[in-house]
């Protein structure tokens, strides 16, 4: 979900955290390519973006995504993601089957 519909919320709490837990299910602060803000931050993942810069700058879009819903938000970026996230029937195995029908497509 884009930032403003979860800063002023209860999930707001990611902001300080990094993620937050509601009935079990893991949601986490990503930047617009789908990148954690723990890979962002851990000097031992191919994403740290170094002591001396902020992991997320200012002005860039957070999204806050459910943990498994990560690598599809990588597969099809931003935009598509939330597109895909409006339709009213979407589901996860609904995603997956939509991703591997566009990877199929690209080849």
Known sequence: MPEEFWANSQFSVARHT?????NGINYVIVNKVGVT???LSNPT???YVGDDNM???PGEPIDLVREDWIPIYKNLGR???IKLLQQDDITFDKAIAY???KKAEDK
Request: glycine share 4%.
């Open 55 to 57: 992991a997320i700058p």
């Open 99 to 101: 991703v591997k029908k």
């Open 18 to 22: 990094g993620r937050i837990s509601i």
């Open 79 to 81: 935009n598509e993601f």
């Open 37 to 39: 803000i723990f890979e």
């Open 45 to 47: 993942s191919k994403f």
